[in-house]
């Protein structure tokens, strides 16, 4: 799966930025994982644009996650292997 087809399997926006000290930054907006009992957000940092959206796959890759978390309505998604 990569990051576009989680994006729309999610109902979730894909977003890269700038950042003032790590370069670039790309996470879901509205997508959040779970750890234990926490939500927690999704990121990765990257000095490219690529660098970032890759780190974003790896962090994401075979993990529960949840939109919705505190304004509902919640959705819990299990994602696979995710590539950039």
Avoid: I, W
Wanted: hydrophobic content about 35%; charged content about 20%.
């Amino acid at each position: 799966m990569t990051l576009e087809e989680v994006s729309h399997v999610t109902d979730t926006k894909l977003a890269v930025n700038t950042t003032l000290s790590r370069g670039f930054c790309a996470s879901f907006v509205g997508l959040e994982l779970f750890n234990g009992c926490v939500l927690t957000s999704a990121c990765g940092f990257g000095e490219t644009e690529t660098e970032a959206r890759e780190a974003l796959a790896l962090r994401v890759s075979d993990e529960r996650a949840v939109t919705g978390g505190l304004s509902g309505p919640r959705q819990n998604y299990y994602l696979p292997t995710v590539t950039a």
